[in-house]
C-alpha cells in the first residue's frame, strides 16, 4: 500500500525546499563577516564552499545537509559568490561524508541549534494536533510542526519524519473532536445511533439512506415525508449545541464526510468515528430537513395562490360567450331607450316591443350571478383547494416553533389559535380571533357572514405566514436558512471593531454625511452637464425628443475581417476528442488535482477516472453510461471520484486552475484585462424525471426546467455558476458569483440585461466598491432621482422622480456597512439578504435604505449610459460573449436532448459545475492553438491587426469530437509538445 502522505510536491517545495530566487537568495543566504570568517578558516576552498552551505540551510530552512543532496545551483553560486570561491569545487565536498558530518557537528555549537529530542518530537505533535483540531489541510498542519522545531531551536527531521509526526497529529485530532461529539450520550443514544445503517423492514432500506433521499418535489405527502423524517431525527433526542464542542472548520469536514459516504461505508468506520459522522449528520439533517420543509411549504402556497390566479383568467375565458350574449341584451336595450325617449312612447312598452320583457326577466337571475362571480378574489379560489392543503397544515404548525421580530405578533396569535382549534379538534373559528395580520379584504370575506370562514381564515393565515417566512420577519427555531438577519451577518463587535480601525475595506466612507455630501456634488454637476448637452445635440447617439431622451442603438463594430480571420483560423485547429483535450489541459494547468480526496486531502490517483467523472457531469451523461462508453474506465472508479473527491469547493478550485492559467495566457490579453466580466442565465428544460421539481417561466415555454447562472470575464474565463429556479429573479444573484470564486480575478466592472438590476443591487455594489453596469430596457421610462426639486433641470424634468430621501440613508448607514461588510468578508452570500429584502411586502427600514441608496446609484449611472457611447459599446460587448458563450454549452450539455434530469439543486449544481469546467477547458485549449496558428501565420508574412484579431473568439467546436465512445489515456503524436495545426496544403508544403 502507497504510503499516506500530509503534502503536495508544490507544497514540499514551498515549505522545506531550498529557494532559488533572487530575492528568497538575499533573504536567507547572506553571509555575516562572523560566518565568512567561519568558512574561511577552512583549509581548502570545496570545504570552505561546503561548510558555508550547510550553514546557510541550517538557519533556513533548518535542517542538515542530506546525504547526496546537491542544493540548487543558483543557491550554491551565490554563497561562492561571497566566498570568492569556484561554485564548481561543492561537488567534491558532497562525496566526503566525515567532513560534513564534522562540520554539521561543529555548526550547531556556532547557531546554537541542536538535533531534535523525544521532547521536540512530542512539542511538534502536540503543535500538529493544535492545527489539525481546525483544519485536514496538510500545509498548515506540516507549519505547525515545522515552526515548533524552530521555536525550540531544534533542526528539523528528514521530510518524511516531518510528515508522519504531522498525520499522527491529524489523526489524534480526529480522534478527539469524535470523542467530543460523542460524551454524555446514552447508550440507548448509542444504538440508535447505529441503528440508523440497519435495514429497517417497515421501509425496506436504511433509516440513513432513508434520511438523505427526501423527497423534493413540493407536493402535500412529500411535505408530510419531511416531516416524518424531520420527526424521527427529533425522536434520537441529539443536542444541536454538541457541534459548538468542537472547532467549526472540524465540524464541517465530518459533515462532508458523512455526507459524501454512503451507509455501507459508514457502516465499515470504526466505533467512535461512525457515531460521530452519525451524530453530526442528525444535527444537519435536522436543520436541512427543517429548510426543505419550509421551502416546500412556502412553494405550495405560493402555487396554491398561483393556480387560484390561473383559474380566475379560466373562468373569464369560460364566461366569455355568456357575457357576450349578456352584452349583446344591453346593448339592445339602450337602443330602445332611446327610441322611447326620441318618440316619447312608455319605455316598457317600447322594450317589450322591441325585446321582449320576458327576456329581460329570464337573464336576470344569470346577470347576477355573472355580478356576483365578476371578480372572484384569489383568497376564495384558493379556499376551493382547501382539502389538500389541510393535510398538511396542521402537523406544519405543530412542528415547528415561530418566533417574530414583532412584539405581540397577531399572526404568533393566529397561528397558537389555529394550533389549539386542531388540538381540540374543533371546526369552527371562535368569536374573537386575532386578525392583525389579515388584509382588509381578507377580514370583509372572513367576516362576511356572522359564522367566520374557518377556511378563509386558515389560508389566509398560511399565506401571511409564508410571506413572512420569505422576508425574515418569521424565523424558525432549528433552521439555517430561516433565521433572524443578524445572526447571518458577521457579529456587531467584529464589525465595530472593524470599522473603528478604519479597515473595513467597502467602497464608500465610513461617514454617511461625507458620502452624500460628495454624491450630492457629483449627481447635481452631472445632470447639470447631461441637460446642457442633451438641449444641445452634443450626446453622441442620443437624442432629446418632446422632453424625452432617446437612445439610438450604436452600430456594430466589428470589421467584416474577422468573420473571415475567424473560419480561417478555426479551420486550422487540430482535430481533437475531448477526453483528450481535457487530459492536454489538465497537462498544462493541473486542474484535476484540486479534487483532492475529502479525507486525507490527496489528489486523486486516477486522472482519467477524474476526467471521466466531469465529462460525466458536463454532457449530462452521468457516471454509469459514461462508463459504459469510455474505454478503461469503470462505473465503479468513477463513481469513487464522484464520492470522495467531487465537492462544490473541489470544483471552484479546479475551475480557478483553469481561469487563472488561461487568464494569464497572452493571447487572452487581448480579449479583456480580466477586470470586467458580466453573467446571465441559461434555461435548460427538465425531464420528466426533474419536472415536478422543477418551476414554470412562461418566458421560455410552457415546459418546466432551471436555469444556470454564470459569471464571465471579458477574457472568456469563466469563474462561477449555480442553477436556480426559472422563476427566481436573477437579481439576487448577481454578486455571488462575484464573491463566490477561488480565482485571481479581480473584477471591477461588472454586466448584466435587465433581469439582472434592482435597485438594492446597485446599492450593494456600490458599498462594495465594485461598478455595476446593466443593460436596461426601457430605459427612457426609468426615473431619474436627486437631491434638488424637478424644476432645477428643466431639460431632463419629465425623466426626475420622487427625490431622494437623505434621512432615512443616514439613519441605516450603520447598517448598510454592517451588511456590505458581512457580504465582503463572505459571512453570508449576498442572494441570502437580497431575497429576504425583496421578498416583504412591507419593507424594512433597512430595504428602504438600501432602495434610497440604490437609486442614487443607478441614477449616476445611468447619467453616464447617456453620456458615454464607450460605456454602451463595453456593456453591449460584454453580453455578446456571454450570449456566444450559451452556444457552445449547449453544444457541450447534449446527452439527455439537453433537459435537466436531476431533482436536486444540489446535483445540479454539479452538473452546471462539470459543464463550466470542461467549457473553460475547451475555452483555453482554443485560445493555445488559435495563439499558435496567428503566430504560424505571421511567420508567412501575414499582418494581422490586434484591433481586428480581438473579434475573434475562442468559442468554437466543430474541431472538437463531444459524442461517441470515450478513449482515455491515448498517446497523442505532438510536436514540440503540441498537435500540429492543420494547415490548407500549398501552407503546409511550405512549412
Not at 435548460?684 to 415536478?692: I, K, L, N, T
Not at 501565420?937 to 480581438?950: A, M, N, S, T
Not at 489515456?969 to 503540441?978: A, H, M, R, T, W
Amino acid at each position: 500500500m502507497t504510503r499516506r502522505k500530509l503534502l503536495s510536491p508544490e507544497e514540499r517545495q514551498a515549505l522545506l525546499g531550498i529557494p532559488d530566487d533572487e530575492a528568497s537568495l538575499i533573504r536567507h543566504y547572506t553571509l555575516s563577516p562572523q560566518d565568512r570568517l567561519q568558512a574561511e578558516v577552512r583549509r581548502r576552498s570545496h570545504n570552505q564552499l561546503g561548510y558555508a552551505v550547510q550553514l546557510c540551510l541550517m538557519r533556513y530552512p533548518g535542517r542538515i545537509l542530506g546525504v547526496d543532496e546537491s542544493p540548487p545551483a543558483a543557491m550554491v553560486a551565490y554563497v561562492a559568490e561571497q566566498l570568492e570561491v569556484d561554485p564548481g569545487v561543492f561537488a567534491l565536498y558532497s562525496r566526503r561524508y566525515h567532513t560534513r558530518f564534522d562540520h554539521s557537528r561543529r555548526l550547531t555549537q556556532y547557531l546554537g541549534v541542536r538535533t531534535a529530542t523525544r521532547e521536540d518530537r512530542r512539542a511538534a505533535l502536540i503543535a500538529a494536533i493544535n492545527a489539525a483540531m481546525a483544519t485536514d489541510q496538510g500545509l498548515p498542519i506540516a507549519t505547525a510542526v515545522v515552526n515548533a522545531f524552530r521555536e525550540r531551536g531544534a533542526l528539523l527531521l528528514p521530510v518524511g519524519a516531518l510528515e508522519m509526526i504531522g498525520i499522527a497529529g491529524r489523526a489524534i485530532a480526529r480522534q478527539r473532536a469524535e470523542a467530543a461529539l460523542l460524551e454524555g450520550l446514552s447508550a440507548d443514544q448509542l444504538d440508535n445511533l447505529d441503528a440508523l445503517l440497519t435495514v429497517d423492514p417497515a421501509i425496506q432500506q436504511t433509516r440513513f439512506s432513508w434520511l438523505h433521499t427526501a423527497p423534493d418535489a413540493p407536493g402535500a405527502d412529500n411535505l408530510i415525508g419531511l416531516m416524518d423524517r424531520l420527526a424521527f431525527v427529533r425522536s434520537i433526542a441529539i443536542d444541536p449545541q454538541r457541534r459548538e464542542r468542537i472547532h467549526p472548520d472540524r465540524w464541517i469536514q465530518i459533515v462532508r464526510e458523512g455526507d459524501a459516504a454512503p451507509a455501507w461505508l459508514v457502516a465499515d468506520f470504526n466505533a467512535k468515528r461512525r457515531r460521530a459522522t452519525l451524530v453530526a449528520q442528525l444535527i444537519t439533517l435536522g436543520e436541512r430537513l427543517t429548510d426543505e420543509a419550509i421551502t416546500m411549504f412556502n412553494k405550495l402556497i405560493g402555487r396554491l395562490f398561483a393556480r387560484a390566479n390561473t383559474r380566475r383568467k379560466q373562468r373569464y375565458a369560460d364566461t366569455r360567450q355568456e357575457t357576450t350574449k349578456v352584452l349583446r341584451l344591453f346593448r339592445d336595450t339602450l337602443r330602445a331607450l332611446v327610441v322611447a325617449n326620441d318618440t316619447g312612447r312608455n319605455a316598457i312598452d317600447v322594450l317589450d316591443d322591441e325585446i321582449g320583457w320576458h327576456r329581460l326577466l329570464e337573464a336576470k337571475p344569470g346577470v347576477e350571478a355573472m355580478v356576483q362571480d365578476a371578480d372572484p378574489d384569489p383568497l376564495v379560489l384558493a379556499a376551493e383547494r382547501y382539502g389538500p392543503v389541510r393535510k398538511y397544515a396542521a402537523r406544519f404548525l405543530e412542528m415547528f416553533t415561530f418566533h417574530s421580530s414583532r412584539r405581540h405578533d397577531p399572526l404568533l396569535a393566529a397561528i397558537g389559535t389555529l394550533k389549539s382549534l386542531d388540538a381540540a379538534r374543533r371546526r369552527t373559528l371562535p368569536e374573537q380571533v386575532p386578525v392583525g395580520h389579515l388584509t382588509a379584504q381578507a377580514r370583509k370575506l372572513i367576516f362576511a357572514d356572522p359564522k367566520p370562514d374557518r377556511r378563509l381564515y386558515e389560508i389566509a393565515t398560511l399565506a401571511a405566514l409564508r410571506d413572512r417566512l420569505r422576508s425574515g420577519d418569521i424565523w424558525v427555531e432549528g433552521s439555517r436558512s430561516f433565521r433572524p438577519m443578524d445572526e447571518q451577518l458577521m457579529p456587531k463587535p467584529a464589525f465595530a471593531a472593524l470599522k473603528a480601525a478604519d479597515e473595513l475595506g467597502l467602497g464608500v466612507q465610513g461617514d454617511a454625511v461625507a458620502y452624500l455630501s460628495e454624491a450630492r456634488q457629483t449627481l447635481d454637476f452631472s445632470l447639470k452637464r447631461l441637460a446642457y448637452r442633451a438641449r444641445n445635440g452634443k450626446l453622441e447617439g442620443v437624442r432629446l425628443e418632446t422632453g424625452q431622451l432617446v437612445v439610438t442603438p450604436l452600430p456594430g463594430d466589428v470589421p467584416a475581417a474577422a468573420e473571415e480571420l475567424k473560419w480561417e483560423l478555426g479551420d486550422m485547429y487540430p482535430l481533437v476528442e475531448v477526453p483528450d483535450l481535457l487530459t492536454e489541459v489538465h497537462a498544462w494547468t493541473g486542474f484535476a488535482d484540486q479534487f483532492t480526496h475529502i479525507r486525507t486531502q490527496e489528489s486523486p490517483g486516477n486522472i482519467p477516472a477524474m476526467l471521466a467523472g466531469v465529462l460525466a457531469d458536463a454532457t449530462n451523461l452521468g457516471a454509469k453510461r459514461m462508463a459504459a462508453a469510455s474505454k478503461g474506465i469503470s462505473a465503479r472508479e468513477i463513481a469513487w471520484k464522484r464520492i470522495f473527491h467531487t465537492r462544490p469547493e473541489t470544483y471552484k478550485l479546479a475551475q480557478a486552475c483553469i481561469t487563472d492559467r488561461h487568464s494569464q495566457h497572452p493571447h487572452a490579453l487581448l480579449w479583456g484585462d480580466g477586470s470586467t466580466a458580466s453573467s446571465d442565465g441559461q434555461f435548460f428544460q427538465a425531464s420528466d424525471r426533474a419536472g415536478p421539481r422543477s418551476d414554470i417561466n412562461l418566458h421560455y415555454g410552457s415546459e418546466p426546467g432551471s436555469k444556470f447562472y454564470s459569471h464571465l470575464s471579458d477574457q472568456y474565463g469563466y469563474f462561477s455558476i449555480l442553477p436556480i429556479s426559472a422563476t427566481e429573479s436573477e437579481a439576487p444573484y448577481v454578486l455571488d458569483g462575484l464573491f463566490d470564486h477561488e480565482t485571481a480575478l479581480d473584477i471591477q466592472e461588472h454586466f448584466t440585461d435587465t433581469g439582472g438590476a434592482s435597485d438594492h443591487v446597485f446599492g450593494l455594489f456600490a458599498l462594495t466598491g465594485r461598478r455595476f453596469a446593466p443593460r436596461l430596457r426601457n430605459l427612457k421610462d426609468r426615473k431619474l432621482h436627486t437631491f434638488e426639486k424637478p424644476e432645477t433641470y428643466p431639460a431632463l424634468q419629465e425623466h426626475i422622480g420622487v427625490p431622494i430621501n437623505t434621512s432615512l440613508i443616514m439613519e441605516y448607514w450603520d447598517d448598510l456597512l454592517h451588511l456590505a461588510a458581512s457580504i465582503q468578508t463572505r459571512t453570508v452570500a449576498p442572494s441570502t439578504i437580497l431575497k429576504r429584502l425583496a421578498a416583504s411586502r412591507n419593507p424594512s427600514q433597512l430595504a428602504r435604505a438600501l432602495r434610497e441608496l440604490g437609486r442614487l446609484e443607478r441614477t449616476l449611472f445611468m447619467i453616464e449610459w447617456y453620456s458615454d457611447p464607450a460605456l454602451r459599446r463595453r456593456c453591449q460587448a460584454g453580453l455578446n460573449k456571454g450570449e456566444a458563450a450559451h452556444k457552445l454549452k449547449r453544444a457541450v450539455f447534449f446527452h439527455e436532448r439537453g433537459e435537466v434530469r436531476d431533482r436536486s439543486f444540489e446535483s445540479q449544481a454539479f452538473r452546471a459545475s462539470g459543464l463550466n469546467l470542461v467549457v473553460s477547458a475547451i475555452v483555453h485549449w482554443n485560445t493555445v492553438y488559435l495563439g499558435r496558428a496567428v503566430d504560424h501565420l505571421r511567420r508567412q508574412g501575414r499582418i494581422i491587426r490586434p484591433e481586428v484579431l480581438k473579434h475573434v473568439s475562442p468559442l468554437s467546436w466543430e474541431h472538437i469530437n463531444l459524442t461517441g465512445t470515450y478513449a482515455w489515456g491515448e498517446q497523442p503524436s505532438l510536436v514540440d509538445g503540441f498537435r500540429p495545426l492543420r494547415l490548407p496544403q500549398p501552407l503546409a508544403r511550405a512549412a
